[in-house]
């Protein structure tokens, strides 16, 4: 009966960690593990400091980025593609190749090499209006734009930056855009009711999403677009990710790979 037990137990395991697995199915893919494990941690201080919910802020910041493999997101830092207010340094037009063969724009003239000239096509694009995280004198111009790719800490700075931004310049009491206002305020009354930890909850993280986005004069107006986060956070396992980190006091690659 006690061997019978155990093995009941063990099946019921390892059916809990299939499912999971298969929920979590944007594990498997190597870019998006290394764009998370890179931002994790810092996303869930940022969130517990200013309190936001760190879920829907990955979630967020991988759709936004494209995992941080968008061209603007790596040469700039700028991971959650937050627009510049007055004063911000901006990344400026760049005359850049499209590789047909990778789908995308290369920026990096190692990589650039790589390609054929049939493969390229080379266009001038447009101003990102976005923010530029790159430090002086590099801010703002066409001047070393594969700073980020090769100096590691100076591309931690510049997405620490990114967050700290949203956290403090876009999530606020006193933001001009009345969703950001609004959800400050809805965030701030959850948690003097239940405490920071109501930031990690399922629930929490769904409805920050549906309210900063999605409709007009919010962080992205397309309907589409909460939706695309919100599966993000479900196929990564952002919730649990983040509740395994902060909870479980897991470090990053025992959570990642942790399934029940």
Known sequence: ????KSILILLLTMTISALNANEFSFRKYAHVKEFYKANSLEAIEVAK???LPPAAILAIAGLESGYGRGYVAQITGNILSLGAFKGDKELPRLYLPY?????????DPNEIKKHSKDDLTWKKRPKSLKIDYRPAPYAGTTENITLLTYDKTMKEKANKACLDDFATRWIINS??????KEARIWLNKLVDKHGVDILFTKEVNIE????IGGHPHSFNYRKTWPKKAKLIMKKVGLVKLTNDIQFKDMKFDSAWSNNI
């Open 208 to 211: 920050f999403i549906s309210k």
């Open 1 to 4: 009966m006690l061997l019978n």
């Open 99 to 107: 590789s047909k063969s990778k789908k995308s724009v290369l920026f």
């Open 49 to 51: 400091k200013y309190k």
């Open 175 to 180: 933001s001009k855009v009345k969703v950001f």
